[in-house]
């Protein structure tokens, strides 16, 4: 009895195993099956990626900074400067998406944390981290005019870099300006360190100017980037115009193209051309109550006169000349400057702004575009090709 029982028990666990062994050949590569044979639980159907990727360097500070989910929202994000500060950004309508709105700053290392919960309800986190460049120099600009001013019908905006500029469109694509009235106008490179805007014919009287320079992180080329960004609000005044044809030994001043003032002048000496005051369309570019004039060459120095306008950076300059009063409204007898008589170097003085538009013709030498305030010597179309763009 207890012989066969003992076979009988035998002979249960080998057909036992039998059977257990022919379950698992028959499972196969169903790996996992728990000790029941319970499935294992499916992985979570929400993606989230980033840009740039974990682990990033040399990331631009205006480059693209981004997470995204797939198949779920987003429930959170953190990305964090190196002092531990959240770096500001926002979600996007659908909360599938969320972006830095805040520049970032040069060679910092940033961390970011992202949690989000799949449209099969389960939470997936991601984290990663990423370092911005560090350029070889940090390029200051900045922009004229400044704000709240009013200014002339003839004034350019101008954009001037401490150090030469190579991928010029690179930095003009981060210009822009916009006005009320709308105007035509253009960029045009002076040279490598200045960028001016001028619109095609003067300002309208009166209208309102934003320009905005949005320069930092903006590479120059030869790992100089932009230092920081720049913007400026000003308005166009009345529109005034002075007009010089040098041989009539007078100037004249217009208001709406009508005349305002005249006033008898002399001019640069007509016989000479180095001695002109030269032919072009210039600007009022700074006002003086009184002002020093040097020139060894021509045997003076130290000379003070009053009300002195300048209107080029040639050396031009509308001033009172009483010394010279046997001589204005006759002849030409400067050394290329307007005289004028005191009282009315005063009163054309008290109505000039900064930017009205100085023309003169008549003279034998043309103002050489060699001065840094030459926007209106040149033609529009001429105008139009110095754009980089």
Known sequence: MYGRRTVLRTAAVAGSGVVVGGAVACSGDDKGVGPAGAQPAPKPVAVITSTPKDGAKDVGVRDKVAIRVEQGTLEDVTLTNPDGKRVKGAFAKDKRSWRVTEPLGYGKKYRYT????????????VSGRFTTLTPASEVRATINPIDDVTVGVAMPISVRFDAPVTDRAAAERALSVTSTPEVEGSWAWLHDQQVDWRPREYWPEG????????????????????????????????????????????????????LFARYP??????????????????????????????????????VWKKWAVRFSNHGEFIHENDDNRANIGKRNTSHGCVNLLNEDAKEYYQTALIGDPVEVTGAKKDMPTTSDVNDWLYDWRTWKSMSAL
């Open 207 to 258: 209208t309102k100017v934003k320009a905005a320079a949005t320069l930092y992180g903006v590479h120059y080329g030869g790992g100089s980037y932009g230092l920081a960004d720049l913007t400026t609000e000003f308005d166009i005044g009345r529109n005034q115009v002075v007009k010089i044809h040098t041989p009539d030994h007078e100037m004249r001043v217009y208001r709406d193209g009508k």
């Open 114 to 125: 992202a949690h989000a919960i799949g449209t099969d309800n389960k939470e997936v986190e």
């Open 265 to 302: 002048s002399s001019n640069g000496e007509d016989k000479k051309p180095d001695l002109n005051t030269p032919n072009g369309t210039m600007i009022v570019m700074a006002k003086h109550e009184k002002a020093r004039f040097d020139n060894a060459r021509y045997g003076y120095t130290n």
